[in-house]
C-alpha cells in the first residue's frame, strides 16, 4: 500500500484524491492531510480516513479540530509550520492539492523530503517553475501531474525519447465565453463565469478558464514540466474537452490522450502510473455517441489573459509570479462583484507593466514579488 | 546504418519505403530488394539503391533484370526461392511490403533468420497469425506494424503496460461509398471503388476499403499483434482519417495516434522505432484548420465483408485463410469488370459456407486452404 499525503485536502481535487483512493480500496492509504478554514469536513476526512498527521490553516481552527478529534491518536498541526511538516512526513506521495501560491512551499518541503508529487496546485509551477524543477532534478524527485492536460501529455510521452519531441499541444474548452462577443464581455456576471461548460471545478480554477488565463498558467507549467520552450507549445480550443492534449513528435507523428471529462482519471494515474488501475466510476469512452470534435485558434484577442501569461511565462524571472498574484486578486475582487469580468486582464497588465522584473529570483524574491504585485493589484481594486 | 530488405519494392508500400530511406540519407541503406513483374522499375530501383540481392518474379524477368544490371555486382534470383532467400539475407530489417498471401512464407523466412520485420502485408497474420506470432516469439523477433492503424496502436502502447489494456478502437475512412445507399452499392463501378476519400495505396487495398474488408482485415491483424480477444476491438468510422486508431486502458484512459494521412510516417516508424527521424516531406498536422473530426458506427448490414472477415477471425483455424482468399479472386473478378461489387460479399460467404474449419493449421494446411477457397471462388466467378 502507497503511503499518500493531500495537501488542501478539502478543496474540489483533494475530495476527488479521496474519491479515488476510497475507490481502489487496498492500494493506497492516507498518512497526512492538510487544509485551510474547512474544519467540519476535515474533520470528517480525518475520521474517515486515519491520517497519522492532520494541518489546518490557523491556531483557532486547529484548536477546534483537536477537541473535535480528541478521542482519536491524530496531531492537529497548525499555519505554515504545520503545512510544511505534512508535506515532509514520511509518505510515498504527497498530493499538492492547494489552491493559489501557497502551494510553492510545501511542494518543495515535500521534493527536498524525496517525495513523489502529485503537483495539482499549478500556480508552484507558474511562480517558481526553475527552482521547483531544479530542485525535484537534483533531489531525483519525479513530478506528476495532475491537471488533465499536463497528465495528457504526461501519459503520450511514457514511451517516447524526449529529443523526439517537437511540442505539445494544450487543449482549451474555450470556457463559458467562446462564444461571445467582445463588447458584451466586460457585462459578464460572476454566476456566468462560473458555468463552465464541461469540467466541475473549484471557483478560482473555474474563473481562470474563463478568462483563459488558466490556459496560460498551464503554457508555463508546460514549459517547466516538460522542458520545452514556448514557441514549441501550441494552444487548440477543442469546446468538446474530450481531447484533453497532445504532444507533436519530431517525425509529424502527433499523440493525444482522450477520456470524459473526470478529473479522477488523472488524479488516479499520477498515483499509480506507470501502472493503472481499473476504475468502476470512469464511463466509457464511445467517439461514434459523442458524433464530432471541434477545433479552432484561442482568441488572444478577446481574452488578452491568455496572451498576458505566455508573455510572462517568455520575461520569465519574477515576472509570472506578479502575473500570478494580480490575477489572484482580481478574480478574487470579481468574484466578489467589485470588479468587472474585463478588470481581470487590465489589473493584470497593469501590475506587469508596473514590475522590474528580477533574473531567477531565489524563493524569497519570487515571494516578495508576489506581495508586491497583490499590493499593487490592491490599489487598482480598491479605486473602483 | 541499418541493412535494409523490402520484399514487394515497386509497390505502393516498397516505394515509400524507398523513399523514406532517400530522405533519411545516412540511416539505412537497401541489401536486398523483391518484387513481381515490374523489372522496369526493378532495374531502376536496384541501379539507385544498389541491393546485394534482386529477386523478381519468374525466370523470365530474372534473364531480363539479370541482362540489363549485367554492369553492377548485383545477384537476380527468381521464383518463390528467391524471394526466400532475399527474405533471409544478412540484414537488420526486413520490410514485407508484398500485398496478398504471397507475403506468408517470405515473412515466415525472415522471421527464422532472426530478421526484424515491417510488416505491411496484413494478409500473412490474417492467414496464419498464430504461426506467425507463435515463431516470432520462439525466434525473439520483433513484427512491427506499418498499416497506419497498427502503427497507430503500436505507437500508442509503447510507454504502457500490455496487462492495462482493456481494447483497441481501430478507425475507418469508411471508404468512398460511406453514405451510398445500400441500393445503389450493387451498381458501383471499379473506378468509383478505387477513389479512396484519404489514402491514395495500392488498387487491391483500395477496393478491400470500398467494401471495408480491410478494415475486417485489419481486426484480426490487431487481435495477433497486440493479443487483444475480438470483442475488445472496436471500429469507429472516422472519415477525415485524422485520428489512426485508438487504445483503451483499464482505468478508462484512451490514446490515440493522430497525423495527416501520409504513409511515409508509419513506414518510417516501422524503419527507427524506438526513436523517431524528423522527416521534412511530411506536412505539422494542425486541428484548427482541419475543423472538426467525425466518428460513426461502422454499418456491417451495407458492409458485410467487415462482418465476414470478423466471423472467420473468430472461427480461426483454416477460415481466415479461406476467407481472405475468396476476397482475393472476387476484388480481382470486380478490377476485371467480370462481377458487380456486392458480388464481393457473395462470394466470400459462399466459400466461407463450404468450408470445414481445420483448427490450429500448419503452414501447409493454410496453403492448402488457400488454394481451395480460390478455386471455388473462381468456379463462383466463372457461373457468372
Same mark, same amino acid.
Given at each position: 500500500?502507497?503511503?499518500i ?8 481535487i ?9 475507490a481502489?480500496?487496498?492500494?493506497? +492509504? ?14 470528517e476526512q480525518?475520521?474517515?480516513?486515519r491520517?497519522?498527521? @492532520?494541518?489546518v ?5 486547529a484548536?477546534?479540530?483537536s477537541g ?8 492537529? =498541526?497548525?499555519g505554515?509550520?504545520g ?10 506521495q ?8 501557497v502551494?510553492l ?19 508552484t ?6 527552482? /521547483?524543477t ?11 501531474? /495532475?491537471?488533465?492536460e ?10 517516447q ?5 517537437a511540442? /505539445? ?9 467562446r ?6 464581455l466586460?457585462?459578464?456576471?460572476v ?5 463552465h461548460?464541461?469540467?466541475s ?8 478558464s474563463?478568462?483563459l488565463m ?5 503554457v ?9 520552450d514556448y ?5 487548440v ?6 481531447i484533453?492534449?497532445?504532444?507533436e ?9 482522450l477520456? =470524459? ?12 502510473h ?5 476504475h468502476?466510476?470512469t464511463?466509457? =469512452? ?16 478577446? +481574452?488578452?489573459c =491568455?496572451?498576458?501569461a505566455?508573455?510572462?511565462?517568455k520575461?520569465?524571472?519574477t515576472?509570472?509570479? /506578479?502575473?500570478?498574484a494580480a ?6 475582487? +470579481?468574484?466578489a462583484?467589485?470588479i468587472? +469580468? ?5 489589473? @493584470? ?12 529570483p ?7 514579488a508576489?506581495r ?8 487598482v481594486?480598491?479605486r473602483?
Amino acid at each position: 500500500m502507497k503511503r499518500i499525503v493531500i495537501l488542501g485536502s478539502t478543496g474540489s481535487i483533494g475530495t476527488r484524491t479521496l474519491e479515488v483512493i476510497e475507490a481502489a480500496r487496498g492500494e493506497f +492509504f492516507v498518512v497526512g492531510l492538510a487544509a485551510g478554514r474547512n474544519v467540519e469536513l476535515l474533520e470528517e476526512q480525518a475520521r474517515r480516513y486515519r491520517p497519522r498527521l @492532520v494541518a489546518v490553516g490557523d491556531e483557532s481552527a486547529a484548536r477546534e479540530l483537536s477537541g473535535r478529534l480528541s478521542d482519536l491518536p491524530i496531531r492537529v =498541526l497548525s499555519g505554515e509550520a504545520g503545512l510544511l511538516e505534512v508535506a515532509a512526513m514520511e509518505a510515498d506521495q504527497v498530493v499538492v492539492a492547494l489552491v493559489g501560491a501557497v502551494g510553492l512551499l510545501p511542494t518543495l518541503a515535500a521534493i527536498r523530503a524525496g517525495r513523489r508529487v502529485a503537483l495539482a496546485n499549478k500556480e508552484t509551477l507558474v511562480t517558481a517553475g526553475r527552482i /521547483v524543477t531544479e530542485e525535484a532534478r537534483a533531489h531525483g524527485v519525479q513530478i506528476v501531474p /495532475v491537471d488533465s492536460e499536463h497528465s495528457a501529455i504526461f501519459q503520450c510521452l511514457a514511451g517516447q525519447r524526449r529529443e523526439d519531441l517537437a511540442g /505539445v499541444i494544450l487543449t482549451a474548452s474555450g470556457g463559458p465565453f467562446r462564444e461571445t462577443p467582445a463588447e458584451e464581455l466586460s457585462r459578464v456576471t460572476v454566476k456566468e463565469a462560473l458555468q463552465h461548460p464541461n469540467w466541475s471545478m473549484g471557483g478560482k480554477i473555474t474563473i481562470d478558464s474563463a478568462t483563459l488565463m488558466n490556459k496560460g498558467l498551464e503554457v508555463i507549467e508546460a514549459h517547466w514540466l516538460f522542458g520545452v520552450d514556448y514557441p514549441q507549445i501550441r494552444i487548440v480550443v477543442h469546446p468538446q474537452s474530450i481531447i484533453h492534449s497532445l504532444v507533436e513528435m519530431v517525425d509529424g507523428s502527433v499523440l493525444a490522450q482522450l477520456g =470524459l471529462p473526470d478529473m479522477r482519471l488523472p488524479i488516479q494515474y499520477a498515483l499509480t502510473h506507470p501502472k493503472r488501475l481499473a476504475h468502476r466510476a470512469t464511463r466509457r =469512452l464511445s467517439l461514434p455517441e459523442i458524433g464530432r470534435l471541434s477545433f479552432e485558434e484561442p482568441d488572444f484577442q478577446r +481574452f488578452p489573459c =491568455l496572451r498576458y501569461a505566455i508573455e510572462a511565462g517568455k520575461m520569465d524571472g519574477t515576472m509570472p509570479a /506578479v502575473m500570478n498574484a494580480a490575477n489572484e486578486v482580481a478574480v478574487g475582487a +470579481f468574484s466578489a462583484g467589485t470588479i468587472g +469580468f474585463m478588470d481581470i486582464p487590465r489589473i @493584470v497588465a497593469h501590475v506587469m507593466n508596473q514590475h522590474a522584473v528580477v533574473a531567477r529570483p531565489l524563493v524569497e524574491g519570487i515571494l516578495e514579488a508576489d506581495r508586491w504585485a497583490r499590493q499593487e493589484a490592491d490599489k487598482v481594486v480598491r479605486r473602483k
